[in-house]
T-cell receptor
C-alpha cells in the first residue's frame, strides 16, 4: 500500500529561525515528489518538485532534498517569516499507467513573532 | 500561468438541498480533473477523477449518485452535492492536469461547504 508519512505533525518556531520537515514514503512506482504549502482555507500551492534523479531543489527560502534510496525527503525553510505559517504537505506521484498522488497528512508550521 | 479557479469559495446551504461547485482551468486545457475532500487537520482525500467527455471514476466509498461530476469541456468540471447533509460539510478542492503535462496537477483554492 502506498503511504506517505510526515513528521513532525506540528511545529512552532520563532520568526527568523530555520526548520526542517521530514517525509518518508513507500510509493511504487515512483514518479516524482512535491512539497506543497497550504494556507488555512486555501488550496495547496506547489513549492518544489523532484524526480528520481534529483536530490535537491530550491525555491527561494525553501530547499527540498530527496534520497530515493532510503525514500526520504526533507523540506528546509530558512529565515522563517510569519507568512510561512501554514500546513506543508508532501505528495508522491506514482507513474506509469496508474498515475496517482499519495498525500501525507502534512506538518502544521506556526511561526511566532 | 496554470491557474485553477473554483466557485463559489464558500457556500452555506440547508440540509436536503443540492449544491454545485465549479472548477475551471483558466489558462490551460485539462483533460483530467480531480475532486478532493479535506476535513479539518486531515490530508486531501481523492473523491473522483473526471475525464473530459466521459464518466467520472469514483474512489471506493464515494457515492456517485450523491456526488455528481460533469466534465463537459476541457476547462470546466462541476461537482454537485445532491441532497446535502451536515456530514457533507467539508472543504472541497479540485485540481487539473494539463493536457501537455500529464504528471502535474494544479490545485484550485477550494470551496468551503457548510450544510446546516
Amino acid at each position: 500500500k502506498n503511504q506517505v508519512e510526515q513528521s513532525p505533525q506540528s511545529l512552532i518556531i520563532l520568526e527568523g529561525k530555520n526548520c526542517t520537515l521530514q517525509c518518508n514514503y513507500t510509493v511504487s512506482p515512483f514518479s516524482n515528489l512535491r512539497w506543497y504549502k497550504q494556507d488555512t482555507g486555501r488550496g495547496p500551492v506547489s513549492l518544489t518538485i523532484m524526480t528520481f534523479s534529483e536530490n535537491t531543489k530550491s525555491n527561494g527560502r525553501y530547499t527540498a532534498t530527496l534520497d530515493a534510496d532510503t525514500k526520504q525527503s526533507s523540506l528546509h525553510i530558512t529565515a522563517s517569516q510569519l507568512s510561512d505559517s501554514a500546513s506543508y504537505i508532501c505528495v508522491v506521484s506514482s507513474g506509469g499507467s496508474n498515475y496517482k498522488l499519495t498525500f501525507g497528512k502534512g506538518t502544521l508550521l506556526t511561526v511566532n513573532p | 500561468g496554470a491557474v485553477v479557479s473554483q466557485h463559489p469559495s464558500r457556500v452555506i446551504c440547508k440540509s436536503g438541498t443540492s449544491v454545485k461547485i465549479e472548477c475551471r482551468s483558466l489558462d490551460f486545457q485539462a483533460t483530467t480533473m480531480f475532486w478532493y475532500r479535506q476535513f479539518p487537520k486531515q490530508s486531501l482525500m481523492l473523491m473522483a477523477t473526471s475525464n473530459e467527455g466521459s464518466k467520472a471514476t469514483y474512489e471506493q466509498g464515494v457515492e456517485k449518485d450523491k456526488f455528481l461530476i460533469n466534465h463537459a469541456s476541457l476547462t470546466l468540471s462541476t461537482l454537485t452535492v445532491t441532497s446535502a447533509h451536515p456530514e457533507d460539510s467539508s472543504f472541497y478542492i479540485c485540481s487539473a492536469t494539463p493536457t501537455h503535462r500529464t504528471d502535474t496537477q494544479y490545485f484550485g483554492p477550494g470551496t468551503r461547504l457548510t450544510v446546516l
